[in-house]
Nanobody, 125 residues
Framework: QVQLVESGGGLVQAGGYLRLSCTAS????????MGWFRQAPGKEREFVAA????????YYADSVKGRFTISRDNAKKTVYLQMNSLKPEDTAVYYC??????????????????WGQGTQVTVSS
């Protein structure tokens, strides 16, 4: 079992930045690829970014490429999402997820094994 807890959400003006954190407990964190997803009001949850177990491989949704950066610190069992140049359309609940295939980067929610409870990000115009 892996427990995931997100933090770092909040209210920010358009053009601003936030850094989300997701800290894991339980089984060996480095055995998992990690992903970030988000769900805006009235919309389906969508893929944001993913990172392989060792960090060098990353994968982004087109909507955030160049603005968001995913990274991880296996010693701290934490994955981060640095979000810059935020837009009102980035407003959503952000979830981190763990995929027990350390080298596979997936945008498919069904392929992730564990999920956090989410953290709210609100971007005002």
């Amino acid at each position: 079992q892996v427990q995931l807890v997100e933090s770092g959400g909040g209210l920010v003006q358009a053009g601003g930045y936030l850094r989300l954190s997701c800290t894991a407990s339980g089984r060996t964190f480095s055995m998992y690829a990690m992903g970030w997803f988000r769900q805006a009001p009235g919309k389906e949850r969508e893929f944001v970014a993913a990172i392989s177990w060792s960090g060098p491989r990353t994968y982004y949704a087109d909507s955030v490429k160049g603005r968001f950066t995913i990274s991880r610190d296996n010693a701290k069992k934490t994955v981060y999402l640095q979000m810059n140049s935020l837009k009102p359309e980035d407003t959503a609940v952000y979830y981190c997820a763990a995929d027990y295939r350390p080298a596979v980067l997936s945008r498919l929610q069904v392929e992730y094994d564990y999920w956090g409870q989410g953290t709210q990000v609100t971007v005002s115009s």
